[in-house]
């Protein structure tokens, strides 16, 4: 292959012109040993020269990273999906770009690219997805036969329209419909965004605000987060189609967990759309992304690598799964965190039918993670689970960081069973929708770690629910009573055993009382 142009020796820049040049690995653009060359897109060899205006093409191949340290130009510029190309500060690349999108991600661009750029985003039809617009506005599209926009005010989705223009502000989210039959791709063809972006922020009607990652790379969600401050909760939610439904993704910011606990939270990828939640005393009218949120994938990596907490958390992860969906939800302990709903928690944003939902409630509010200070041994914590008619699994996935002995029990009050839940699987049917907060909850048993065979024991624990004694029990001891007794020995009820968990119908004052089962007793409190 010939080079076209003067020695390496002269001022004039040499290009092989008409020939393709292709990265070899990760590597500076200004560097020859970066890349290769072909006449043929079949034959290579290794480049004596740099790209530059006159090269066919210059592709950057899936998992290299190439970074511009020096202005340059060229006439064309692929990058294939996991592909990613940065221009460093106060440096510019001009030419034309195109960036591949299939299954296994979408190519990514940091810093100042003049030119026309097609941002390509691999898709399935038909599908909704929930987008944000990483060229300038009113681009050349493809693909898509439907546009909408969410209005926080009257908190709804605009209706359906075609016309390009509908794309008209950056930074924002939209509902996108892709073309019926066989679309794989759809396209924005458009000025790369780069440099900060400002979008309106509100804290009308339930205060949601949807935004859409208006760069062609992935942004670091803490850093949007703090980038809020104070105006907003410390979490963000994602809603995407899984496997086979809609479902939603919640991150939370102060704890780093993300839900379900199989995604990544941690990095909003390009073009994704999500939502913030302004705090009722917002005081901000606008919001404003920034390239110091910006950031490419880490190679080979699902999650931003972060630095271990001073402290750890307990966790309970708990999913709810028939076999094909799930749902899942978290309960976490730390000391920073506050009894009533703070940093430690997200709200639970509800998945439409047919997908599932699982979450804890603390007074009137659902949460998908609920932050606590510190476990409350033998007090209930209401599990809500909105599922359609069928068969559902409840499992622990996680249950890390909790003391020698510790466990947590599932108490199902429609069938009256008890199971621990941390070491078993719950598995319950209804034959029609269930939409519930009071059938099921979690208990701490405090009766943990004694010398004691348990398999002798009659009692597991007793706590206090609605004023009234909750006695579980470890064994069959069906036909047998529970006695409850007051402070100076008086047996004021009697209740036949009947089955793991026992609630004592009877309501008693605030006090100090005996349970006795057989020959074992233990006290409870009534506050």
Same mark, same amino acid.
Request: hydrophobic share 35%; aromatic share 8%.
């Given at each position: ?5 003067? !020695? ?42 740099? $790209?530059? +205006? ?41 030419? =034309? ?12 661009? /940091? ?14 039809? $038909? ?45 924002? *989210? ?93 990095? +909003? =990828? ?37 630095? =271990? ?10 999913? +709810? ?32 039918? $047919? ?6 409630? &603390? ?7 609920? *932050?606590?200070?510190?476990? /409350? ?10 599922? =359609? ?40 049917? &209804? ?33 206090? !629910? ?33 089955? !793991? ?27």
């Amino acid at each position: 292959m010939g080079a076209n142009g003067t !020695s390496a020796n002269s001022n004039v820049i040499t290009v092989y012109t008409g020939e393709n040049y292709r990265s070899k690995a990760n590597g500076n653009w200004n560097d020859v040993s970066t890349w290769e060359v072909s006449s043929d897109n079949n034959t290579w060899e290794d480049a004596s020269v740099v $790209p530059a +205006i006159g090269a066919a093409n210059i592709s950057i191949l899936n998992g290299h990273l190439i970074t511009v340290t020096e202005n340059a130009s060229a006439d064309l510029v692929t990058i294939q999906p996991t592909g990613k190309l940065t221009v460093n500060d106060g440096i510019t690349l001009t030419s =034309p770009v195109t960036l591949q999108s299939d299954a296994t991600g979408t190519a990514t661009v /940091m810093g100042a690219v003049t030119g026309t750029t097609t941002v390509n985003q691999a898709v399935t039809a $038909p599908r909704t997805y929930y987008m944000g617009l990483p060229v300038s506005v009113s681009p050349e599209i493809s693909g898509i036969t439907g546009i909408s926009k969410f209005n926080i005010v009257t908190d709804t989705w605009s209706d359906i329209a075609t016309q390009n223009t509908t794309f008209d502000t950056k930074g924002i *989210g939209y509902l996108v419909q892709v073309a019926v039959g066989s679309t794989t791709n759809i396209s924005f063809k458009g000025t790369l965004n780069s440099g900060n972006v400002e979008v309106p922020f509100s804290k009308a009607n339930r205060r949601f605000n949807y935004y859409g990652n208006p760069y062609p790379s992935f942004l670091e969600t803490n850093k949007v987060i703090t980038a809020a401050g104070s105006n907003i909760d410390p979490s963000i939610w994602f809603y995407s189609k899984g496997s086979g439904s809609y479902a939603f993704t919640t991150y939370n910011s102060t704890t780093e967990e993300t839900l379900p606990s199989t995604a990544d939270g941690g990095v +909003i =990828p390009p073009m994704q759309g999500f939502w913030l939640r302004a705090k009722t005393g917002a005081s901000a009218t606008s919001f404003t992304f920034t390239d110091e949120m910006r950031l490419h994938k880490p190679t080979g990596s699902n999650a931003i690598f972060k630095a =271990p907490k001073a402290a750890a958390s307990s966790k309970l992860n708990l999913t +709810i799964s028939n076999g094909t969906v799930a749902d899942e939800t978290l309960v976490l302990f730390n000391e920073a965190a506050q009894t009533g709903f703070d940093v430690y928690d997200s709200e639970k944003m509800m998945n439409s039918a $047919p997908s599932l939902n699982i979450f804890t409630v &603390v007074g009137d509010q659902k949460l998908a993670m609920n *932050g606590m200070p510190a476990v /409350m041994y033998d007090t209930e914590i209401p599990l809500g689970v909105n599922v =359609p008619a069928g068969t559902y699994t409840i499992s622990a996935i996680r249950f890390a960081n909790f003391a020698e002995g510790e466990k947590v029990q599932l108490i199902d009050k429609a069938t009256n069973t008890l199971t621990d839940i941390s070491a078993t699987d719950y598995t319950f049917a &209804v034959s029609e929708a269930l939409n519930n907060t009071s059938r099921f909850a979690l208990v701490f048993p405090s009766k943990v770690g004694t010398s004691v065979n348990r398999t002798e024991m009659s009692i597991s624990n007793v706590y206090v !629910s609605d004023g009234r004694i909750v006695v579980n029990v470890t064994k069959s001891v069906q036909g047998n009573l529970i006695e409850v007794y007051n402070s100076v020995g008086q047996r004021i009820a009697s209740q036949a055993i009947t089955g !793991s968990s026992n609630r004592i119908e009877k309501q008693l004052n605030s006090g100090v009382y005996i349970v006795k089962v057989n020959a074992e007793s233990t006290k409870v409190i009534i506050k």
